[in-house]
């Protein structure tokens, strides 16, 4: 087919476009002003985001462009050819220099001010990302000097050849971060990001050696808090490569629930709708790490006394609310009763022999882990209720936000009973209609004996 003199003229100036930089095949596209405030203060967010034309430029750019990479550097030295250093904008790694050295006035004075609130907003999601980087591991590593005192806190003293799945412990802590961005709601980005950090590290493969507690058991689990800090910092900065365009990172490994705008490039998305637009974009992170740190300390203790004690949760219909104030004793206000707890202890006088009863080994600890007794044994409750009768794990990587700062669903799992005491048998008269007493016990062998 021969082609016609327009033809030809559409064919030469595609070429002339592609021969050209990226950036002069946009439009030539004058962007509204900027201007210095606070955005705290904003009351639509995303309208002001939407105004400022942005995210449709910096979309249109990748595009013409043809795929993302280096995008942020490239597309600063562009904009400011004989002035800027590309080095402000390395951004691709935790700790690099992530912040334009150009203030609104330059970027008004180029046309473009709206794009001087996407770069505040790529520094501010930088910056974030390296302190919580910094903040995660900081408490994941001090969780894992605290697992030799614990292990002396409960005189561990068994034998036990079921795994620890520390992946799935520390996941439905983690699952609790909302706490840092319920105390510092102007920050909206921080609920994306850690939303799509913990679904990434819900996805990751497990190790294929779990940790073993009678096999050197504390080193065991010391290696996996470490290989799990290993992999979540990766994964924290696969992120940051991907948003920022590092050579062979794709877009795809940037989390669904980060991406918030409107655009077609999701590394665009990530500062959709204005959400890196704050003044103060750490506060919050202090409590979140402390939150973080204090429920792995929690989850990992449960867990290993759980299986090294026995942990056995018991609902005493016997016992009114004054007097149900032992130290092991919960009460459980929504539904008027009392939580009690038996274990297998370390009988004093002879190492080694063990005898099971009121938890003694376990006195005191709900206090120096931080725990509300009642809370606590409640979720095991609840739990076992829910199951019919069976204890769960903990259910890992919950959808961040779906709890809150709320303890997730079976976080102190543990088998439980309802019963009274007998002083003719001294022991535990279950309740045979309670779900999943008789799971292993028939209906005439219903007492639970201290022994």
Known sequence: MLLTHSSWAVVLTTIAMVSQPAIAVLPDRKLPDCKPQKYDTIQDKGKFWWDSGAEQ??????ISNGDHSNWTQDLYMELFPDSANQNDMECMTAGAPCKPQ???PDFNAIGKGGLFYLFQSMATFHSYVTEMRSRFELEAFKTALSVGELATDMKLDGEDND????YAILGAALSMAEV?????????????FLSGFVGIMGEVDKPENPAMLKDAGIDAMNEM???MIEEATHQID???AAVFGKQGHRQTDIPMAMRKGGGDNPAVQVFGWGVWLSDQPHNGLPEWAGMIGKQMKQA????TANRMKGIQVIIRDDIPKERCNEINHGWDEGQQRCYDMMIWNQKPQRDGDRYFGGAKDLEGLFQKYGMDAAATMKNSADCWEANGGRSHSPQPWVQLGAQGTQVPPCFFPAEVHKGTYDSKGRGIQLDPDYVGSLNDRTREDSMLWPY
Not at 57 to 62: E, S, V
Not at 163 to 166: A, Y
Not at 300 to 303: F, L, P, R, S
């Open 57 to 62: 430029y910096a979309n249109d750019y990748i």
């Open 300 to 303: 990992i203790y449960w867990e």
């Open 238 to 240: 696969m992120i940051l």
């Open 163 to 166: 795994p620890i799945d520390v």
């Open 102 to 104: 150009k203030d609104c």
């Open 225 to 227: 808090i470490r290989l």
């Open 180 to 192: 840092g961005t319920a105390a510092n709601p102007a920050a909206a980005g921080a609920v994306t």
